[in-house]
């Protein structure tokens, strides 16, 4: 996700590793990974798991408000909160919803009783804008001075409304180093965005 070489010649490298389902794997140890520059082998100093107590995550969670949401609005509502629940007390989360506006409706905040009213307040709208949402995120996610950054997208993927291409902004997330999770959820979700 990202490689830091402000401490050279030590490279702190930020990965996520999954196998072939997409499913994280976790508790692997210097023996199961390797790393190389150029084809040159190079030596694993150190590898810490996130989750280990290691370096707080920053992650904006979109929230899909738009109509063809309509009938997944309270699946979406508390699948937002237990994701809230389960992070870490050092851990940041912003919540954006969209329809075809944009709206942060919680800034990035370790306050997890106002990040909660938040997502507990969001009503259901219009069109879709989900790549100005995804736009959105990452501006949020500009100044966070913790390297590990998220986006969590909750829709059903139907952008009827975005002002910004899908090919520009996901550059950008790749160019940035911040990953765009989503999650399907919805009657008629399309799977191919």
């Avoid at 996700?1 to 196998?19: E, G, K, N, W």
């Avoid at 063809?68 to 919540?95: G, K, W, Y």
């Amino acid at each position: 996700q990202r490689v830091d070489v402000t401490r050279l010649p030590a490279v702190d490298v930020y990965l996520t590793v999954t196998d072939r389902k997409g499913d994280s794997v976790l508790g692997l140890t210097e023996l199961e990974v390797s790393a190389s520059i150029d084809g040159v082998p190079q030596k694993i100093t150190s590898l810490t798991s996130a989750l280990a107590g290691g370096e707080s995550l920053a992650i904006v969670l979109l929230f899909d408000r738009s109509g063809s949401m309509n009938t997944a609005q309270e699946l979406t509502r508390n699948a937002a909160i237990q994701f809230l629940r389960r992070l870490s007390r050092d851990d940041q989360m912003a919540v954006v919803s969209f329809d075809d506006q944009v709206r942060v409706d919680g800034p990035l905040s370790t306050d997890r009783v106002a990040l909660e009213t938040a997502i507990k307040g969001i009503a259901a709208g219009r069109d879709t804008a989900l790549y100005d949402a995804i736009d959105t995120a990452l501006d949020l996610l500009k100044d966070v001075r913790t390297k590990r950054q998220a986006i969590l997208v909750l829709s059903d993927g139907k952008d009827t409304r975005s002002t910004v291409k899908a090919a520009d902004v996901l550059a950008d997330a790749k160019k940035r180093g911040v990953p765009v999770f989503s999650v399907a959820l919805g009657d008629t979700v399309d799977t191919g965005t």
